[in-house]
């Protein structure tokens, strides 16, 4: 008999990996969520093949998917949490990388470190890789200043964030996961309502 395929995180999995794995029912196939920003951005850099995508751009594309991901799941897709910054939220590591482009498209995916392979998803991650294609059809055809405003419009974690502070945030202030988490998940019951009345 043939086992079969079970696909996770290890942080998902952690409670119960070593006694499924004891058994012979369960091939176990552990993911590298989370990835670091910078590899979804990678996998949005290749969509967007050959004209490029620009810093802010990518910026934004990152932070949806993180949000659409704690719709749906309990832990983050990323090793790291988007900071409330002025134009929006923004993930510190990816702006040191990505910064040195400015506003000029970014065609080729991007390494952290100069003798590294770029970080990218696992090719056989199809849970995060069929978000970034998910995220990619639904926001593409945003520019970059109107993924911004939507990203801190007046509802949004952001914003949330912000008026918590008095609009006057500290440096390195994370937008916390249950914010987040809590309007993605609206989104995705106004999602499912609209299309349950378009049936």
């Not at 967007?48 to 983050?76: A, C, N, R, T």
């Amino acid at each position: 008999m043939n086992a079969r395929v079970l696909t996770c995180t290890k942080e998902y999995c952690a409670s119960w990996l070593e006694e499924i794995t004891r058994s012979k029912e369960w091939e176990v196939v552990l993911m590298p969520v989370p990835y670091t920003p910078l590899a979804l951005a990678n996998e949005f850099i290749v969509y967007s093949s050959p004209s490029g995508v620009e810093h802010m751009k990518l910026q934004k594309l990152v932070y949806i998917s993180y949000g659409w991901w704690l719709s749906v799941f309990d832990h983050p897709v990323l090793s790291e949490a988007p900071e409330v910054w002025k134009h929006g939220p923004v993930f510190p590591s990816l702006y040191h990388v990505l910064k040195e482009h400015g506003n000029m498209p970014i065609r080729n995916v991007q390494q952290a470190i100069f003798n590294r392979p770029p970080d990218r998803v696992d090719d056989n991650d199809d849970e995060v890789l069929s978000l970034v294609r998910w995220v990619w059809g639904k926001y593409r055809h945003m520019s970059s200043f109107q993924l911004s405003d939507l990203t801190h419009e007046t509802g949004s974690p952001w914003q949330i964030t912000a008026e918590s502070h008095g609009y006057s945030v500290p440096r390195h202030t994370p937008i916390p996961d249950y914010t987040i988490k809590a309007h993605y998940q609206s989104l995705l019951k106004e999602q499912l309502h609209e299309k349950t009345m378009a049936n």
